[in-house]
């Protein structure tokens, strides 16, 4: 059985329809995976986002590894039985975490030693190592572990961390198992696109399931992201799956489609509703702004979401201004049906060969 | 159609199976109603609510009229329609939060003045506002405003208040507009039984639509408790309905029950669910303990909930210790399936006329 399955291309563009088979059931591309850090797509029951019709979702090997330990959730049989979800799962490498902590890691050609947020210990994160925890958790998709480059960086230092990351994606590669699992390898090389290029050939030569392009969304201009995806995601392997880490806005998200992308992951969607800042058909919401006090609509009158449905404004407004904890689930449950929804009509654009239509009409909404 | 009828009484004690009729629904008593504070069950969707069979939840007067204000929620058509609950709602007085602020109230005969803990705005609360609170609200049941006596107090103190809330709630009588909302009169009189029959003659007299027992539960032991409901919830009209405000545990309930009590409001499930504490048949479960790390069990083995169908009492824990917002959801949603599951229990036993039965069960697993 292929992991990936082309089904259809958009002539007018380098988007494509395909499916992504696990043993945690299938996937149609593209998609939008939410984030479930510590094992929970935070303040969702996995009701709800079986509800959502949510077919993948991301765990963190950086917090599933400090807490409450890989070899605990090995042990209960998975990441996926330990939070009873049974449809696919994909984990990162732990790297970004790592990385994002710039003061508390230090990296040599082993690997990264680290402190924990929590309290302080000291990890070493190594290639072998992130293989290592990515298999006790048993997600389907893991992670090749890579340096992240931050931004800006030298073409100097982009090159020796893109050497790296290929070096160490080689020993990911030869630690990795074959089973039910597959793994992913991770494009760097910056902003610079000889960089990125010298990246994609040494990864791709590696051999992986799919390939991923990772630090992207790391502070440029948005114009210089849909740039180089558009640029290099046609490079990638045709028939293997192709993953824009990190990413994004809806139209960060339809530049990656169209661009020939199938799989993004964001906490976006779920950050911003804690945050009261919720996605719609008519562009953002900021919930607790006045107007909504007394405001009786639905959050989107075009959404068919059961917040929608059951909920006003101004019973949202309320939750958060209260500090209510519904009120992060509400929201949370809409932005993710908006941004689920989204992927739906970019499935059904591209079907009908006109995802550029649909890129219209968010770019009206959006006006990035 | 009244408001309430007795179906069935246990020959073998006080208690009794009724139904209580609101323009919300049915309700069979003895009856538990979840506290929904500021328009919502803690961190408890709506549609989990109905999962739940939850028929009648309480609303905190005192909290809705600082925020987000009783005008503004009649304007919007009600608490019903605000927060999205088209079954029963009871609303207290605001009384008791009022006065449990001890250092921000000063009591007069026209009412009681606060400050509120938002911002310390200056309010009053006087019987006829706090109907009129209720009825922009349109809660099913309101409560008259009583003077609550703290715990311990003097003959002369609690006589002084037990007359204060007497001419309250006759105030509170004729301030009340008739329509589909019923009003209850709340019965105070400390621990002192003299003063406890006074109280009770006095309120029943004016005549409600119903009687609650308050003034239990703020610190006294419980067995006085016990003594005192068992003593005077018999003397309350036969054919209204009875209602022991803000108790308890589940042996206060089932020992409420036997007194001849019909309905209930607590906290404690949904508080202690937030804090990790959990209400199983083999008594109660700290979560954070850490011999459940690895623990692959239900939380409840002889629990039907979806929680304890699905999730381990390892992942609760994870969930609970990594603070993950899912943890406050299905802890509450796991005791409120607890608490209303008891109630079932409760109501079969007496329709078994064995009532007795089932509370030497609890006594066994709680051991109070």
Redesign the interface.
Known sequence: MDHFSLTQNDPTCNARLGILRTSHGSVETPVFMPVGT???V??????FLRELQVRILLGNTY?LYL??GHE?IG???GLHR???WDRAILTDSGGFQVFSHQKLRRITEEGVQFRSHLDGSSHWLTPEKAVEIQQALGSDIAMALDDCTPYPCTPEMTRTSLLRTSRWARRCRQAFVPGMQRQYGIIQGGMHKELRQESLNRTVEIGFDGYALGGFSVGEPKQLMWELVAEFAPRLPQHQPRYLMGVGTPLDIINGVTSGIDMFDCVLPTRNARNGCLFTSQGRIVIKNSRY??D?GPLDPNCGC?VCK???R??L???F??G???S???NTYHNLYYYLDIMAKIRQFIQLKNLAGLREQLIQVYEE
């Not at 935070?42 to 009701?47: E, I, L, S, T, V």
């Open positions: 510590a094992a929970s935070k303040a969702m029951p996995q009701d917090h807490r409450p605990i042990t209960l049989g330990f939070m009873s006090l007394r009786e059961k059951s909920y006003s101004a019973y407004r309320h939750l201004m209260s209510e904890m519904l992060a689930v509400l």
